[in-house]
C-alpha cells in the first residue's frame, strides 16, 4: 500500500487561491494514476480532478477553475485551485491507482473558503 502526505490547505478568502500537494510513499509498486477528491459537509465524497497517461479529467464544478499536474519522478500530484467559492469548503482527499489497480488514500486535508 502506497502512503500519501497532503499539504497545502487551510482558511482562504472567496476568489482566493490555494495550491494543494501530496507526495506517495516510495513503495516501489508503479502509480498509473492519482488525482483529488473531496467531501463537503454533509455530502459524500466526489472526485475532484484526476490524472494518467490519458491526461487530466475534472469534476464539472471545478472546470476553469482547478488545475491537476503531477511530477512522476518525485510521485507526487498538485491541485491549483483558483476563484475558489464556498462551496469549494471540504476536506480534500488524495488519492492513487497504482499497477494492480489498488487504491490508497491520503488522511485527507481542510480548505475552508470563508469571509
Known amino acids: 500500500q502506497v502512503q500519501l502526505v497532503e499539504s497545502g490547505g487551510g482558511l482562504v478568502q472567496p476568489g482566493g487561491s490555494l495550491r494543494l500537494s501530496c507526495a506517495a510513499s516510495?513503495?516501489?509498486?508503479?502509480?498509473?494514476?492519482m488525482g483529488w477528491y473531496r467531501r463537503a459537509p454533509g455530502k459524500k465524497r466526489a472526485l475532484v480532478a484526476r490524472?494518467?497517461?490519458?491526461?487530466?479529467s475534472y469534476a464539472y464544478a471545478v472546470l476553469g477553475r482547478f488545475t491537476i499536474a503531477r511530477d512522476t519522478a518525485k510521485k507526487t500530484v498538485y491541485l491549483q485551485m483558483n476563484s475558489l467559492e464556498p462551496l469549494d469548503t471540504a476536506i480534500y482527499y488524495c488519492?492513487?491507482?497504482?499497477?494492480?489497480?489498488?487504491?490508497?488514500w491520503g488522511q485527507g486535508i481542510q480548505v475552508t473558503v470563508s469571509s
Open positions: 516510495e513503495s516501489g509498486v508503479k502509480i498509473v494514476d
Open positions: 490524472i494518467n497517461n490519458g491526461g487530466p
Open positions: 488519492c492513487c491507482r497504482d499497477v494492480y489497480l489498488y487504491d490508497s
